[in-house]
């Protein structure tokens, strides 16, 4: 059973992750790389490696995939105005919204909580799958990797956000699925929620200290102390 430690109150606001928390986007990512290695001649990647590889941003995905085919670094340039123009056609068609979660931020709005959404994707794409999915009504902002200084696992992102909703990370939650949320989260100082169905390089996200893991969003304990 899932508890709030009785230190930390209601939340004032949520911040959640996208990609693995919100939107199964595994598929996207497979199809995009795919149609850009063949643009380029390349060898494709395994669904697997693709699982393990997404979460610390586009850039960084382009950039892993090309090392794991062998492709010399100077492809790269290429190889990213091919992946924006792949994503652009591609985004949110092989993507699914996670059960329970329509459920649980219809919850958290009736709560009357502020919700934004951080994400390492790029700012444009990640408002434009939100639309596409019908999820964009729910959030007062929505801030891609494209938009800071630095991503996440940093903490800037999350301390700017918090900023942006006018609440102190100390009273906003951040919901995300992967160490890189987690870390984030504890160096801003905002009490973590994990689920437990994304995408976390191949590890168990249940071995990260939360104050929930939750198998659906649906089912997070935000309106009380507990």
């Given amino acids: 059973m899932n508890s709030i430690n009785p230190r930390h109150h209601r939340p004032l606001a949520c911040i959640l992750d996208l990609d693995g928390t919100l939107v199964d986007t595994l598929g996207d990512f497979v199809a995009v790389l795919g149609r850009m290695l063949a643009d380029l001649g390349l060898k494709t990647v395994t669904r697997d490696f693709v699982e393990h590889t997404i979460g610390r941003g586009s850039e960084h995905l382009v950039r892993t995939t090309l090392a794991e085919v062998g492709a010399a670094p100077g492809l790269y340039e290429r190889a990213w105005a091919l992946y924006q123009q792949h994503y652009a056609a591609v985004n949110g068609e092989h993507a699914a919204v996670y059960p329970g979660v329509f459920e649980g931020l219809d919850a958290l709005r009736a709560l009357g909580l502020p919700l934004a959404v951080l994400t390492n994707k790029p700012g444009e794409p990640a408002r434009e799958l939100l639309r596409r999915k019908g999820l964009d ?33 100390s009273a906003t939650w951040m919901v995300g699925d992967s160490r890189n949320d987690a870390e984030a989260a504890r160096a801003a100082g905002c009490p973590l929620i994990l689920v437990t169905y994304g995408y976390n390089h191949g590890e168990d996200i249940r071995a990260v200290p939360a104050l929930q893991h939750l198998d659906r969003l649906d089912r997070i304990s935000a309106g009380r102390r507990a």
């Fill in 137 to 169: 009504g729910y959030f007062a902002r929505v801030f891609g990797g494209d938009e800071f200084a630095r991503r996440k696992p940093d903490p800037l992102p999350l301390l700017k956000t918090c900023e942006a909703l006018g609440t102190p990370p």
